[in-house]
């Protein structure tokens, strides 16, 4: 009766999960946290083999664009499918997994896992171009999980290889993600089940190649029409150490070109300083990673497995290699410590102190991404709601679409405005480094300069002082103003 009552209880606070969850993104209309998925959309638009040239967010979004649709409504659908599919396999996994265990262990692996399920779902927030990769990456480990150690199902288990290799598509250290789990699979059959590397070789290896396939595919394809570049890197590592001295992101177009990021050598760069941005990123990481670093050292204390020390040490590795973009990295090594404190279940029961700390610490950074997700999908709800309500009616009015649109605000979406969101014109951000905007220079376009993306009428900005800087130019006016934006009216006569 008890195991009947957790399983339940289980199912029903997923389902209420879910049911919030789906109900903040209507009520926002999916109104993304982040504004990469938007210029990642940009360049999955774009004509020709630039579509496919998507910096470190890879390939992924353009084959998803080609397969299914270039809507944002689309992806997010496809993304709340992924969502509602690992609380299914979750589910089903506990189910079989607790089988023949005892009520109090099962009681310990429900809970655990509920937590630990409720976060990973929480860690991107609704950045729909993490949630992606992160849902993609989740659901590949729970089918292998279910395949190839539960069911014992070949089907199964090579959904969640494909599922892995795919994810790897949408973001590049994701390929580091799959061979951190690769390694520790290996680890985990050789230290937990005992088997025998050399003997088991033939299988560890087609397992490791399927799970790859997607991204040497992917790869060879990106070679054959020359469109396999890294654009992003050197200005991102000179970002890391001298972003103070980059000014106005307005301006990061001709920053970007700039002699100083162009010839930047990390190898110049003083070691101090190296070492002072090094141990800054480090204590930041560890201020948001400590619950589950706590999660991996209790379970080593009632388990004294190895594996469980040589999943923490997969874990610093990962968060070391990614540390300059942590913040966002750190998602999909969430699952080594998930395995690990499930791992110790038996252990737990026995003893409900480290049981209740593992709980305590947990529950508390569930806690604070709960707070971090209401928090953005409260203010972009009034966002929204500006726009649709103020924004969205004069549009219409006036027969204006995206691309008569400058916006000075990256995050600007709506789906209430006619038109294409790929032609609405603004700064761009890193956007600016894409090989196929080598001839747009915002300063220029929003002053009237004739461009193929967009036909500037209004300017759209959140900043006061902005609004005042281009008031002082030739046909610009104020159109009116709403809780958050600057409406700004142009008329050029005669295009640049």
Same mark, same amino acid.
């Given at each position: 009766? %008890?195991?009947?009552?957790?399983?339940?209880?289980?199912?029903?606070?997923?389902?209420?999960? &879910?049911?919030?969850?789906?109900?903040?993104?209507?009520?926002?209309?999916?109104?993304?946290?982040?504004? #990469? %998925?938007?210029?990642?959309?940009?360049?999955?638009?774009?004509?020709?083999?630039?579509?496919?040239?998507?910096?470190?967010?890879?390939?992924?979004?353009?084959?998803?664009?080609?397969?299914?649709? #270039?809507?944002?409504?689309?992806?997010?659908?496809?993304?709340?499918?992924?969502?509602?599919?690992?609380?299914?396999?979750?589910?089903?996994?506990?189910?079989?997994?607790?089988?023949?265990?005892?009520?109090?262990?099962?009681?310990?692996?429900?809970?655990?896992?509920?937590?630990?399920?409720?976060?990973?779902?929480?860690?991107?927030?609704?950045?729909?171009?993490?949630?992606?990769?992160?849902?993609?990456?989740?659901?590949?480990?729970?089918?292998?999980?279910?395949?190839?150690?539960?069911?014992?199902?070949?089907?199964?288990?090579?959904?969640?290889?494909? &599922?892995?290799?795919?994810?790897?598509?949408?973001?590049?250290?994701?390929?580091?993600?799959?061979?951190?789990?690769?390694?520790?699979?290996?680890?985990?059959?050789?230290?937990?089940?005992?088997?025998?590397?050399?003997?088991?070789?033939?299988?560890?290896?087609?397992?490791?190649? !399927?799970?790859?396939?997607?991204?040497?595919?992917?790869?060879?394809?990106?070679?054959?029409?020359?469109?396999?570049?890294?654009?992003?890197?050197?200005?991102?590592?000179?970002?890391?150490?001298?972003?103070?001295?980059?000014?106005?992101?307005?301006?990061?177009?001709?920053?970007?070109?700039?002699?100083? %990021?162009?010839?930047?050598?990390?190898?110049?760069?003083?070691?101090?300083?190296?070492?002072?941005?090094?141990?800054?990123?480090?204590?930041?990481?560890?201020?948001?990673?400590?619950?589950?670093?706590?999660?991996?050292?209790?379970?080593?204390?009632?388990?004294?497995?190895?594996?469980? &020390? &040589?999943?923490?040490?997969?874990?610093? $590795?990962?968060?070391?290699? $990614?540390?300059?973009?942590?913040?966002?990295?750190?998602?999909?090594?969430?699952?080594?410590?998930?395995?690990?404190?499930?791992?110790?279940?038996?252990?737990?029961?026995?003893?409900?102190?480290?049981?209740?700390?593992?709980?305590?610490?947990?529950?508390?950074?569930?806690?604070?991404?709960?707070?971090?997700?209401?928090?953005? @999908?409260?203010?972009?709800?009034?966002?929204?709601?500006? !726009?649709?309500?103020?924004?969205?009616?004069?549009?219409?009015?006036?027969?204006?679409?995206?691309?008569? %649109?400058?916006?000075? #605000?990256?995050?600007?979406?709506?789906?209430?405005?006619?038109?294409?969101?790929?032609?609405?014109?603004?700064?761009?951000?890193?956007?600016?480094?894409?090989?196929?905007?080598?001839?747009?220079?915002?300063?220029?376009? !929003?002053?009237?300069?004739?461009?193929?993306?967009? #036909?500037?009428?209004?300017?759209? @900005?959140?900043?006061?002082?902005?609004?005042?800087?281009?008031?002082?130019?030739?046909?610009?006016?104020?159109?009116?103003?709403?809780?958050?934006?600057?409406?700004?009216?142009?008329?050029?006569?005669?295009?640049?």
């Amino acid at each position: 009766m %008890i195991n009947l009552e957790i399983s339940k209880l289980f199912n029903t606070t997923l389902v209420f999960f &879910l049911l919030i969850f789906f109900g903040s993104l209507i009520i926002i209309d999916g109104y993304p946290h982040n504004n #990469d %998925i938007l210029y990642i959309f940009k360049i999955s638009s774009l004509e020709g083999n630039f579509k496919f040239i998507n910096g470190l967010y890879g390939p992924g979004y353009t084959y998803f664009t080609l397969i299914f649709s #270039d809507s944002l409504n689309v992806f997010i659908t496809f993304i709340c499918f992924l969502i509602t599919l690992s609380s299914l396999l979750i589910s089903l996994l506990i189910k079989s997994f607790t089988i023949n265990s005892l009520v109090s262990e099962k009681n310990t692996i429900y809970l655990v896992s509920l937590i630990f399920h409720l976060i990973i779902l929480l860690s991107a927030g609704f950045n729909p171009s993490e949630n992606i990769f992160l849902m993609l990456f989740y659901n590949g480990t729970l089918f292998f999980i279910l395949g190839y150690y539960i069911q014992k199902n070949f089907i199964l288990y090579i959904i969640g290889l494909f &599922l892995l290799g795919c994810s790897t598509l949408f973001r590049q250290h994701g390929v580091l993600a799959l061979f951190i789990l690769y390694v520790y699979y290996l680890f985990f059959e050789i230290y937990y089940h005992k088997q025998k590397f050399l003997i088991n070789f033939k299988k560890y290896f087609i397992i490791g190649l !399927i799970s790859v396939l997607p991204i040497i595919i992917s790869t060879i394809h990106l070679i054959s029409i020359d469109a396999f570049r890294m654009w992003q890197t050197s200005w991102r590592l000179h970002m890391i150490f001298f972003v103070d001295l980059w000014g106005d992101w307005r301006d990061i177009k001709y920053l970007i070109n700039s002699e100083k %990021i162009l010839e930047f050598n990390l190898l110049k760069v003083e070691p101090l300083q190296i070492w002072i941005e090094f141990r800054n990123l480090s204590l930041h990481a560890l201020k948001i990673l400590y619950p589950f670093i706590i999660s991996f050292l209790i379970a080593y204390t009632v388990t004294k497995e190895k594996i469980v &020390l &040589l999943s923490l040490g997969l874990f610093f $590795v990962f968060v070391i290699l $990614v540390l300059p973009g942590f913040h966002k990295g750190y998602f999909p090594i969430i699952i080594l410590s998930f395995i690990s404190t499930i791992l110790a279940y038996k252990h737990f029961t026995g003893k409900k102190f480290f049981l209740s700390m593992v709980i305590i610490f947990l529950f508390g950074h569930l806690v604070y991404l709960s707070e971090r997700y209401f928090e953005n @999908t409260k203010k972009y709800y009034l966002i929204n709601k500006d !726009i649709k309500n103020n924004i969205a009616p004069y549009l219409d009015k006036n027969n204006l679409e995206f691309k008569n %649109i400058f916006s000075d #605000d990256l995050n600007f979406y709506s789906t209430k405005i006619r038109g294409n969101i790929d032609n609405l014109c603004n700064w761009g951000g890193w956007f600016m480094m894409h090989p196929f905007l080598n001839d747009y220079h915002p300063r220029k376009v !929003i002053l009237g300069e004739k461009n193929d993306f967009c #036909d500037i009428k209004i300017i759209l @900005t959140k900043d006061e002082e902005f609004a005042k800087e281009y008031l002082k130019k030739e046909n610009i006016s104020l159109e009116f103003k709403t809780d958050y934006y600057h409406i700004l009216k142009v008329n050029h006569s005669n295009q640049l």
